[in-house]
């Protein structure tokens, strides 16, 4: 079986604005995030990220809007040499009802597991808040909470 880490995407991969970051110009990928995920790779991790994304549930912002910026981050990645396995997000929000793939409840992280057969005791989930953690516990999976927009180099250390 593979191993994982999940990580969130705002405030751990990207800059956290305390607003909803769906247009290329409010996305700014932190600085220690390549290196850090250069690092994971090369101990064998998969990268899956898991992200609520409300706001299309809202229409703030569209199914579009999201991919664009996914694919920004995925390219900005990739030029430091780090691919994502998975980017999974939910698009509800709880205003417009309850659903099971929004973080805390562990959907996304148990779609990736089964999807690419990884185990969940050899795996961890990154985050910035407790939903995070508790998506991953949820599945199995060791949480690491962090502050928002901290280096993701010393939360590595817990995993390598």
């Not at 220690?32 to 790779?41: K, S």
């Not at 779609?111 to 516990?137: M, T, W």
């Amino acid at each position: 079986m593979k191993k994982a880490v999940f990580l969130d995407r705002d405030g751990v991969l990207n800059r956290e604005r305390d607003d909803y970051s769906w247009r290329l110009e409010d996305f700014e990928v932190l600085p220690d995030v390549i290196p850090a995920l250069q690092e994971l790779q090369k101990k064998g991790y998969m990268l899956i990220v898991i992200t609520n994304q409300g706001g299309i549930g809202r229409d703030l912002f569209t199914f579009e809007d999201v991919e664009k910026v996914h694919a920004y981050l995925r390219d900005t990645l990739s030029k430091g040499g780090v691919e994502l396995d998975e980017i999974y997000y939910c698009f509800h929000h709880p205003v417009s009802g309850a659903c099971i793939c929004r973080k805390p409840d562990s959907l996304l992280v148990e779609k990736g597991l089964a999807r690419f057969n990884i185990d969940a005791s050899a795996s961890y989930f990154i985050g910035d808040k407790e939903r995070d953690i508790l998506a991953g516990q949820k599945a199995g999976v060791k949480g690491i909470l962090i502050e928002q927009n901290t280096s993701l180099l010393e939360a590595i250390k817990q995993v390598i």
